[in-house]
């Protein structure tokens, strides 16, 4: 097997459940693009000063409401302003960029980072951002185009000796012969062999994370009904069992959109009539809708599109409540997909109601999470 399908085993025993973040980043088309960045930032900064454990960051070209097209901008901008919380790419979209270029500076920000990097990867979904790179992703010309970006990412981290080269359908590689004075491939990963590697699922079942499975790489649930999503593990697993590896519901992670208020009525004031709401209204619901994807926000497959709407994800997907409210909602949804050891915070951008935000992820990290701590997905 080669060295890079390797697992990475959680070296640590059952622990309590684990806090984090994703952002895609989510801004409203009014919200300047170095306003929106700068939100995002502060996002990070609260997140570490709280506790939580992680945090990933998404790329997008052409969808106004997704506006950041380089992740590692905000990643490495993390890192300088926090001390302890991971930050990673939540996925870099591989079809967009030539995997020698991006082995080595996803190697770099690894040595920024100090080792708290995480590198999360993706084919897109996106048919804006397929036309505008050329890419048939219809076809799926972008899954293996991410299928050989990592086989050449992974290779040009495997310490080969001076000479390996490939050739591909998409992109061509190789590790160049020394020439004195000192020049030769010298970029490496700070963690060895690479730094944790994360991949979001959409559909069900899963074939990417079932590729995720069969390469030990983090499995990542994105924020879909719970009933629909119970079937990723599945995926990830029957991958898994491929490779012959083991694997552990500890490190699944679980997206969800969350709101934590003092009340019931003030959580739901705060996301179906703020932020939270806008978003799901004038883009995310349609999105799916577009594509067909409505469905993998139903709690019963028979319910009518129609009814899918805000205060129905509200009601059947979101954590929003008090903290005691909250809490009982994860419980359930843990007991629906058989557990899990990440709760990942959406983020959304309230900068227009900053102290409402704050206050739920300080509730979360400081009401809720004890309280799920005996939650542990071992």
């Known amino acids: 097997m080669p060295r890079w399908f390797k697992t990475r085993q959680n070296e640590q025993g059952p622990s309590d459940m684990r806090l984090?973040?994703?952002?895609?980043?989510?801004?409203p088309p009014e919200r300047g693009l170095g306003e929106g960045h700068d939100w995002d930032l502060q996002n990070l900064i609260w997140a570490d000063e709280l506790g939580f454990e992680e945090a990933w960051v998404g790329e997008h070209h052409a969808m106004v409401w997704e506006p950041h097209p380089s992740p590692d901008l905000l990643v490495v901008e993390g890192f300088r302003a926090t001390k302890n919380i991971r930050i990673g790419t939540g996925g870099i979209c591989l079809p967009y960029h030539h995997?020698?270029?991006?082995?080595?500076?996803?190697?770099?920000?690894?040595?920024?980072?100090?080792?708290?990097?995480?590198f999360g990867i993706a084919a897109s979904g996106s048919p804006t951002d397929w036309e505008m790179f050329g890419v048939d992703g219809m076809n799926g010309e972008n899954r293996d185009m991410v299928n050989e970006s990592m086989e050449i990412i992974m290779n040009m981290w495997a310490g080969h000796e001076p000479g390996w080269s490939f050739e591909g359908k998409y992109w061509k590689a190789a590790i160049p012969h020394p020439i004195e004075p000192m020049l030769k491939q010298h970029i490496l990963p700070l963690q060895k062999p690479y730094p944790p590697i994360g991949v979001a699922g959409l559909s069900s079942p899963s074939p990417t994370?079932?590729?995720?499975?069969?390469?030990?790489?983090?499995?990542?649930?994105?924020?879909l009904n719970p009933?629909?999503?119970?079937?990723?593990?599945?995926?990830?697993?029957?991958?898994a069992r491929k490779a012959g590896l083991e694997v552990s519901r500890q490190d699944w992670r679980m997206v969800r959109e969350i709101f934590v208020a003092d009340t019931d009525e003030e959580a739901w004031e705060h996301s179906v009539n703020g932020m939270m709401g806008r978003m799901m209204r004038e883009y995310f619901l349609p999105l799916l809708e577009a594509f067909g994807f409505t469905s993998y926000l139903k709690a019963d497959a028979d319910t009518p599109d129609a009814d899918?709407?805000?205060?129905?994800?509200?009601?059947h997907n979101w954590f929003v409540g008090s903290p005691e409210t909250v809490a009982d909602k994860i419980e359930q949804v843990y007991a629906d997909v058989g557990g899990f050891g990440h709760l990942l915070q959406f983020c959304f951008d309230y900068k227009d109601d900053e102290p409402a935000w704050k206050r739920s992820m300080e509730l979360l990290a400081k009401e809720v999470?004890?309280?799920?701590?005996?939650?542990?997905?071992?």
């Open 20 to 27: 984090g973040m994703f952002t895609m980043p989510s801004h």
């Open 369 to 378: 999470m004890p309280r799920v701590a005996h939650l542990t997905g071992a």
């Open 99 to 118: 995997p020698v270029e991006l082995a080595n500076r996803i190697a770099m920000l690894d040595h920024i980072s100090g080792g708290r990097l995480n």
């Open 308 to 315: 899918v709407t805000v205060e129905y994800c509200a009601k």
């Open 209 to 223: 994370l079932e590729m995720a499975g069969e390469r030990g790489w983090i499995p990542m649930s994105l924020n």
């Open 227 to 239: 009933t629909y999503v119970k079937s990723h593990w599945d995926s990830y697993e029957r991958g």
